[in-house]
């Protein structure tokens, strides 16, 4: 069964930056950053196709957030820049059954167990 861990996560400033990594072995179909923050549903972030060159994001962080894949590593980064309290949420990655990428969770199969994220000062 494909595992993914995330690492990455912790306490920043506002307009700090983070990187969070996933570690999808063996994984090179889709992978999709989602987020949950306290009393809110889960929320897509950004998603990178398979080869890599379709990358999404949601508006929310769009300018801020950059999603990249290492394939001979099986790692795929999201570099999150000018961090906002608003940010603060569990991030999870998500392996999707097909290459291309979405953000929603339709067809996301397996799922890692989440890194704490928190923005505040």
């Known amino acids: 069964q494909l595992q993914l861990v995330e690492s990455g996560g912790g306490l920043v400033q506002p307009g700090g930056s983070l990187r969070l990594s996933c570690a999808a072995s063996?994984?090179?179909?889709?992978i999709g950053w989602f987020r949950q923050a306290p009393g809110k549903e889960r929320e897509g972030v950004s998603c990178i196709s398979s080869s890599g060159i379709i990358k999404n994001y949601a508006d929310s962080v769009k300018g801020r957030f950059t999603i990249s894949r290492d394939n001979a590593k099986n790692t795929v980064y999201l570099q999150m820049n000018s961090l906002k309290p608003e940010d603060t949420a569990v991030y999870y990655c998500?392996?999707?059954?097909?290459?291309?990428?979405?953000?929603?969770?339709?067809?996301?199969?397996?799922w890692g167990q989440g890194t704490q994220v928190t923005v505040s000062s």
């Open positions: 998500a392996a999707r059954l097909w290459a291309s990428c979405a953000m929603t969770e339709d067809d996301y199969v397996s």
């Open positions: 063996g994984f090179k179909n889709a």
